[in-house]
């Protein structure tokens, strides 16, 4: 058992008693071997998404990489074992395999997340897109009771009385590109 370590130097022991080199530390965080190095030696440190993700990562609580006094954790001797020297009954074990594997399932959300997206966008584009084309191959001039005249994509629109697809097309568009933003800003964070 260590005390009184530095941040860096925490992360530093941790990651040998893991038995993990800076480049592989760096590839389960997502960062480059270069920021490792740099919060080993105390020249940066990660932010706090990246702090969080970083104890994770190393099987330690936020107390042990942040306060002073803390004891290192011991390091299990079968690489599945739960690397948390922190849970003391089965109901706390079970609850942090759940959150550690839920990394993982997370990941896979967010992809299937992304895919639901790109392919609402396309079927909401490609309406959008179907409708201007044969408003384009087949024009309308409609005169409304007020005397407004309509053409293009939203005069085909009236005269066809496709208002309803129109506005679903573009709702699933705008559906689209809100779940895909979502998706890559979380994936970002």
Do not use: N
């Given at each position: 058992?260590?005390?009184?370590?530095?941040?860096?130097?925490?992360?530093q022991a941790r990651?040998?008693a893991l038995g993990?080199s800076?480049e592989e530390l760096?590839?389960?965080?997502?960062v480059?071997?270069?920021?490792v190095?740099?919060w080993e030696?105390?020249l940066?440190?990660p932010?706090?998404?990246?702090?969080v993700?970083?104890?994770?990562?190393?099987?330690?609580s936020l107390?042990?990489?942040?306060r002073d006094?803390?004891?290192?954790?011991?390091?299990?001797a079968?690489p599945g074992?739960?690397?948390?020297?922190?849970?003391?009954t089965?109901?706390?074990?079970k609850?942090?395999?759940?959150v550690a594997s839920s990394g993982?399932e997370?990941?896979?959300?967010r992809h299937i997340?992304?895919?639901?997206?790109?392919?609402?966008?396309?079927i909401?584009a490609?309406?959008?897109?179907?409708?201007?084309?044969?408003?384009e191959?087949f024009p309308?001039?409609l005169?409304?009771?007020r005397?407004?005249v309509?053409?293009?994509?939203w005069?085909y629109?009236?005269?066809?009385?496709?208002k309803?697809l129109f506005?679903?097309?573009?709702?699933?568009t705008?559906?689209?590109?809100a779940l895909?933003?979502c998706?890559?800003?979380?994936?970002?964070s």
């Amino acid at each position: 058992m260590r005390k009184d370590l530095q941040l860096y130097g925490k992360i530093q022991a941790r990651r040998k008693a893991l038995g993990l080199s800076q480049e592989e530390l760096a590839q389960r965080m997502g960062v480059s071997r270069q920021s490792v190095t740099k919060w080993e030696t105390g020249l940066s440190a990660p932010d706090l998404d990246r702090l969080v993700e970083l104890a994770d990562t190393l099987g330690v609580s936020l107390d042990y990489l942040l306060r002073d006094q803390v004891d290192l954790p011991d390091v299990p001797a079968d690489p599945g074992e739960s690397t948390s020297a922190f849970a003391e009954t089965p109901a706390e074990e079970k609850v942090e395999k759940s959150v550690a594997s839920s990394g993982s399932e997370g990941t896979a959300a967010r992809h299937i997340a992304l895919a639901a997206g790109v392919l609402l966008f396309l079927i909401g584009a490609g309406g959008l897109l179907t409708m201007w084309i044969y408003s384009e191959l087949f024009p309308v001039q409609l005169v409304d009771g007020r005397g407004g005249v309509h053409t293009g994509l939203w005069g085909y629109v009236l005269a066809r009385d496709v208002k309803a697809l129109f506005w679903a097309a573009l709702a699933a568009t705008a559906a689209g590109l809100a779940l895909v933003g979502c998706c890559l800003r979380r994936g970002r964070s």
